[in-house]
């Protein structure tokens, strides 16, 4: 039903018990009972009333404090891991840069190091080069002196005679005599 459907039921249940007038006697009737039933139901229903809109103000204020203390936290919980992660981030940087001059020293240390063992190898060839020069020039030496006595040798056994060989270890003798006598005469 809506509100002009309404309206004409009152007016038609106002007029008829009279036929054919609008019956005022009904209208104020029915309006003193209404404004009577208003009044008792507000005297009876006012406290009431009022303590349910004021604890449903207080609910919907309670409601709305929780809700801008969760915001508020949310928000603070949103800085927090925005500033721990700024901070992670910092820290990943960080670390990476520690690696990289770790490794930049580390790399340093092994350029050093196989330098140096590269000149120690270096000395330890030449000093086993001049070490087998001077075997080699021992070897030879010992080769030409027995070489060069061989060929004395063969020329002396052709060019000496009785006379010279007998002169020769003569001389040896001595030499050797005088040579004994030196040694015994230092000690």
């Known amino acids: 039903m809506t509100n002009p ?3 004409s039921l009152i007016i038609t249940s106002a007029t008829e018990g009279q036929g054919h007038g609008f019956n005022w006697t009904f209208v104020g009737e029915h309006t003193v009972n209404f404004i009577i039933l ?4 507000a005297y009876f229903l006012k406290e009431p009333l009022r303590n349910f809109l004021v604890e449903r103000r207080g609910i919907i204020g309670n409601q709305i404090q929780e809700a801008k203390k ?3 936290e949310a928000k603070q919980r949103y800085e927090d ?3 721990k992660l700024k901070k992670m981030d910092d820290e990943i940087w960080s670390l990476k840069e520690t690696i990289r001059k770790e ?3 580390e790399r340093e240390e092994i350029l050093k190091q196989a330098e140096a063992t590269s000149h120690k190898i270096a000395e330890e060839a030449k000093e086993t080069i ?3 020069a001077a075997k080699a020039r021992r070897e030879i030496q ?3 002196v027995s070489l060069a006595v061989g060929l004395a040798e063969g020329l002396i056994k052709q060019n000496l005679d009785e006379a010279d060989e007998r002169q020769l270890i003569e001389d040896f003798i001595t030499k050797v005599k005088e040579e004994k006598k030196w040694d015994q005469s230092q000690h």
């Not at 208003?38 to 139901?41: A, P, T, W, Y």
């Open 81 to 83: 891991y925005a500033y």
């Open 130 to 132: 001049k070490l087998e």
């Open 38 to 41: 208003f009044s008792v139901l």
């Open 70 to 72: 969760a915001i508020d």
């Open 103 to 105: 490794g930049e020293v």
């Open 142 to 144: 010992s080769e030409v």
């Open 5 to 7: 459907d309404i309206i």
